[in-house]
């Protein structure tokens, strides 16, 4: 059902999640915070603490695309599988089994086949694998030298964890 300023039900779940604030949200329609915040609450949408981290801190690497319209990059199989890996690395309890299945199988990939994962923003399928370089180290996405990290626990979130150890990132 739309909301008189053009925001649907759809529209709002997409940009709920590419990581969007309440605040955000309604700013782009032009109306208030609760409006928006009691629309998502009615459609189940709840903010996860974890899932919102994760979000900001890949956004200090890259601008996902995720248009108002149609299929963006944000809900491509690898961003997905990224971000649930990262929500599992980070200890998030509100995964269920299929999530963790999901992350659990992605980093399978990346050690069978050695690789790291890339976006390209402007390319149509937007994200990419190719192979492991020295440099990368253990880290699963690329990483430009020079650009800060946020902050040391994303840095140690990016990084694939020894055969041995949890997959859950302890606090440091």
Not at 51 to 63: E, H, I
Not at 69 to 80: D, L, Q, R, W
Request: proline share 5%; net charge positive; charged share 30%.
């Amino acid at each position: 059902m739309p909301i008189i300023s053009g925001l649907t039900d759809s529209l709002l779940e997409k940009l709920f999640h590419t990581g969007l604030s309440d605040k955000e949200i309604a700013g782009r329609f032009g109306i208030s915070v609760q409006a928006v915040s009691k629309r998502r609450m009615k459609l189940g949408l709840i903010r996860k603490p974890t899932s919102r981290q994760v979000n900001n801190w890949l956004a200090t690497r890259w601008d996902i695309w995720a248009p108002n319209e149609g299929t963006g990059h944000h809900n491509a199989y690898s961003g997905k599988a990224l971000k649930v890996w990262l929500r599992l690395r980070l200890g998030d309890t509100t995964l269920s089994e299929a999530q963790e299945e999901l992350a659990e199988q992605w980093e399978r990939r990346l050690r069978e086949r050695d690789e790291i994962l890339c976006y390209e923003p402007g390319s149509r399928r937007g994200w990419f694998y190719r192979p492991r370089t020295a440099e990368d180290g253990q880290r699963v996405i690329d990483w430009p030298e020079g650009l800060a990290f946020p902050d040391a626990a994303f840095k140690r979130a990016l990084d694939l964890p020894s055969q041995a150890r949890a997959t859950e990132i302890t606090e440091q």
